[in-house]
């Protein structure tokens, strides 16, 4: 009877009260600080305190009073079979997720969760969510152990095999794998809000101290502009590393039975368990450094692994060539690695270079253009173009190396992908039932050299194109005839 | 196979709604524009002729043309006001259902589902709730089967 009473609503599971701070837009709730203040001076005198900012006590009043209903609508419950959620506005998107169609929970807790002991649990399913996760929830623990038992009582009692990657390991893939950009927007926007607040005191201030310090041990005159430009790219840069190396710490990779779970953090701690059967590729990732120490990074194509900002969707950080397929052997026992059946030919090479050399070739005469439009910057757009032209050789190099890797096989129902993207080698396995299209197109130089370029679209929680470069056109339809793919029209 | 169509209590609702909003939109106006007549009249003929020529030809239209068949194997749904198109779903690739039931819906018809599938999602709008809980209860049973 209760069930279908309105009131029923109250005694519903809901999410941990601190998630009420979090509803209030960013970090408005510290404004009860300077209130609790003044509340304080005036000895508790609360007719006077109201009197006095009564318009700010209503505002951060409504604003807690909507995080309030907006927690108290949001219910789940969490039985043998599903999970269901009323979110939205008043609770009225009703959903349940099944547990064979759930792809990956991921757990974290930080700081500030673990003050309060609750966990922030993302759920995934293949579906394409347009908000990231299909359902986030803030738990806590009693919910929180519920459903990790739930999700692991499956597997309890089968055997573990854990993979942990050395810390040396770690501090390389860091090093590898950080992001310039993330730093520099972070330290970009802190320099812009600081010049809004204090005037451009600290940006010049900064500037000064950058170029005196440079200029110090450099013995050739550079522009400050390009100073500070490179010296924001380093602390940008030196950002990601830390960010990179504090979420990764303490990683390990644990397989029993159908799941995988992967923990990794040293501040925030998290969990990701992973069900195998929802892995639907492994990318085998690489740089020109990498390749020439023979290392790599496995990452793992996942619904919900890898999906927040900042993250990599990675199985092993870093591991040797040696290594990879034992540790892979032991995680992902099903999966086979077929081998390369369709090879690009090295007299192709122009095919893979004239992209980065028409762009280094560009380059030049964007300045010399700049350069007659400005003729008072010529020594920041000199400066600019070298810096510039040393990327695109670089790519030029690592396109050349890319000859000798690039390809495609099949076997045994799995297809095997080697394409090079920007800097990044990849060697992607996948099942062939996941391919959903496969194009071919000619430029006109391949068509002169009788060579074609693949497209190979695979589908999943989204769908991916991975674009296989110049290989010899008849030998292309050959083999994707031979796998089923017949691309002649009538 | 079975055929659900929109219910015309929704139309009938949404009709009500967009009159309550021209009201409020003409009533603000009055207030804040009553210095500059041109300004208000512009902001109150657009926003009744919207009213009118959405209340009557293109929603109901749209009620008209939208037809949703379910069967075993697949959705089918038609849709459209001025140009109309035709979505296809395996059932098999149904991930989860969401369901939003708006309050007094028996009487507005303001129910929607939705079938989230492999990378995306088909929404059955304005069933009456019957329906719609029919719907997503017979749904759900087929994504449970699907992994």
Not at chain 1, 159 to 165: A, G, L, N, Q
Not at chain 1, 307 to 325: C, D, F, S, Y
Not at chain 1, 332 to 347: E, G, Q, T
Not at chain 1, 437 to 443: E, N
């Amino acid at each position: 009877m209760l069930e279908n009473h309105l009131f029923s609503y109250i005694f519903k599971s809901r999410q941990h009260p601190v998630k009420i701070f979090t509803y209030t837009t960013s970090v408005f709730w510290l404004l009860l600080i300077p209130l609790a203040r003044k509340l304080y001076l005036l000895r508790f005198d609360v007719a006077e305190w109201f009197r006095g900012d009564w318009l700010d006590i209503i505002t951060i009043s409504l604003i807690f009073g909507f995080a309030f209903l907006r927690w108290f609508f949001i219910t789940f419950s969490i039985d043998n079979e599903s999970i269901k959620t009323g979110t939205g506005y008043f609770g009225l998107i009703k959903s349940k997720f099944n547990y064979n169609n759930i792809c990956s929970v991921t757990c974290s807790q930080g700081p500030f969760y673990r003050f309060f002991g609750c966990y922030k649990v993302c759920i995934d399913t293949n579906s394409d969510s347009m908000r990231g996760h299909d359902v986030t929830l803030t738990l806590k623990k009693s919910d929180f152990k519920h459903l990790t038992e739930i999700l692991k009582e499956k597997n309890v009692g089968k055997v573990k095999y854990s993979y942990t990657p050395k810390k040396v390991h770690l501090i390389i893939f860091s090093f590898l794998f950080s992001s310039t950009l993330s730093g520099v927007i972070l330290l970009s926007t802190l320099m812009i809000e600081a010049s809004r607040i204090i005037g451009r005191q600290l940006e010049q201030r900064y500037l000064i101290i950058v170029n005196n310090r440079i200029q110090s041990f450099l013995t050739i005159n550079l522009p400050p502009i390009a100073i500070a430009a490179a010296s924001i790219i380093v602390i940008g840069w030196l950002y990601s590393l830390a960010v990179n190396l504090l979420r990764h710490w303490n990683f390990t990779t644990v397989r029993q039975g159908d799941s995988i779970v992967i923990r990794s953090g040293f501040i925030t701690n998290r969990e990701n368990v992973i069900m195998r059967d929802k892995i639907y590729s492994v990318d085998i990732r690489q740089n020109f450094f990498m390749r020439m120490f023979r290392i790599c990074s496995v990452n793992i194509d996942c619904a919900g692994y890898g999906k927040g900002r900042r993250q990599i969707a990675v199985l092993l950080p870093v591991t040797t060539k040696r290594e990879i397929n034992n540790s892979l052997k032991i995680l992902l026992p099903d999966y086979v690695r077929p081998h390369k059946k369709l090879k690009c030919r090295f007299r192709d090479f122009i095919g893979f270079t004239t992209p980065p050399f028409l762009l280094g070739l560009a380059i030049p005469v964007v300045s010399y253009i700049l350069w007659l439009i400005f003729p008072d910057w010529v020594v920041v757009i000199r400066f600019v173009t070298f810096i510039a032209e040393i990327p695109v050789f670089w790519l030029i190099v690592v396109k050349f190396a890319s000859i000798f890797t690039t390809g495609v096989g099949f076997e045994d129902g799995y297809a095997v992908l080697n394409y090079c993207k920007l800097y990044q080698f990849h060697t992607v396995t996948i099942p062939t039932e996941q391919i959903s299209r496969i194009d071919y197109y000619q430029t006109i130089l391949q068509k002169w050299n009788n060579n074609c370029s693949l497209r190979i679209y695979t589908y999943s929680e989204k769908v991916k194109c991975h674009k296989v470069k110049n290989f010899p056109f008849k030998q292309a339809l050959t083999l994707l005839e031979n796998q089923g793919y017949n691309m002649k029209v009538k | 196979m079975k055929r659900y169509v929109p219910a015309k209590m929704a139309l009938h609702s949404i009709r009500f709604i967009m009159v309550i909003l021209a009201v409020a939109v003409t009533i603000l106006s009055y207030i804040f524009f009553n210095n500059h007549n041109i300004i208000m009249w512009i902001i109150i003929g657009v926003c009744w002729g919207a009213v009118i020529l959405y209340g009557v030809f293109f929603i109901p239209l749209y009620f008209k043309k939208t037809v949703y068949n379910i069967s075993d194997t697949d959705i089918r749904k038609k849709t459209g006001m001025v140009f109309f198109s035709k979505q296809y779903m395996k059932v098999r690739s149904i991930q989860y259902v969401s369901t939003i039931i708006t309050p007094f819906s028996k009487l507005t018809g303001l129910n929607f589902i939705i079938a989230n599938a492999w990378g995306g999602r088909m929404v059955f709008c304005f069933l009456t709730r019957d329906e719609a809980m029919e719907l997503s209860s017979h749904l759900d049973e087929m994504a449970k089967n699907n992994s």
